[in-house]
């Protein structure tokens, strides 16, 4: 089984400098330090004639799981996350340390009157049995929150006159 998450946000600029932002090291590293949990990091940065791909690790800290979820996973939840982004389309595959979870979606950003939309399409799955969609939605739900709180932090962002 898999659970399922359809996202968007709107941004007052156009798809062309939303991508340029989501994708600068500047900002992811700023975008880290803010929401990414203790050990955030931009792990590599890539570009090339497909686009840019960036590695990032991030950390959902013990006391922010479940307590059945604590045990198993005593120094919290690591993620692997990779975005690749083409043009104005991206795609997203995040793994979970030491969790058969995974996380895969894709990213698209759109145009809009008031500047763009970017949506996003995620699917959540974990291999275990009896718990697995209970854990899918904790997922989900982190997930939707997370990406709130870099929707939130890419508003701020964008204020600032040296973004």
């Not at 340029?20 to 700023?30: A, C, G």
């Not at 969609?133 to 964008?158: C, H, P, R, S």
Request: aromatic share 6%; with cysteine.
């Amino acid at each position: 089984m898999a659970s399922r998450l359809a996202l968007q946000h709107r941004y007052p600029e156009p798809p062309e400098r939303i991508r340029e932002v989501l994708t600068d090291q500047r900002y992811l590293r700023d975008k880290l330090r803010a929401v990414g949990g203790p050990g955030a990091e931009l792990v590599s940065w890539e570009e090339d004639e497909r686009g840019v791909t960036v590695v990032l690790h991030q950390m959902v800290p013990d006391d922010a799981l479940p307590p059945f979820l604590r045990a198993a996973l005593p120094s919290g939840v690591k993620i692997r996350r990779t975005e690749t982004w083409t043009s104005f389309d991206g795609s997203v595959h995040a793994v979970v340390d030491g969790a058969p979870g995974v996380i895969t979606g894709s990213l698209r950003l759109e145009p809009d009157p008031a500047g763009c939309v970017l949506g996003a399409q995620l699917t959540a799955e974990v291999g275990v049995p009896l718990v697995g969609g209970m854990v899918e939605k904790m997922i989900t739900d982190n997930v939707a929150t997370l990406m709130e709180n870099e929707y939130q932090f890419t508003l701020e962002w964008l204020r600032k006159p040296t973004a």
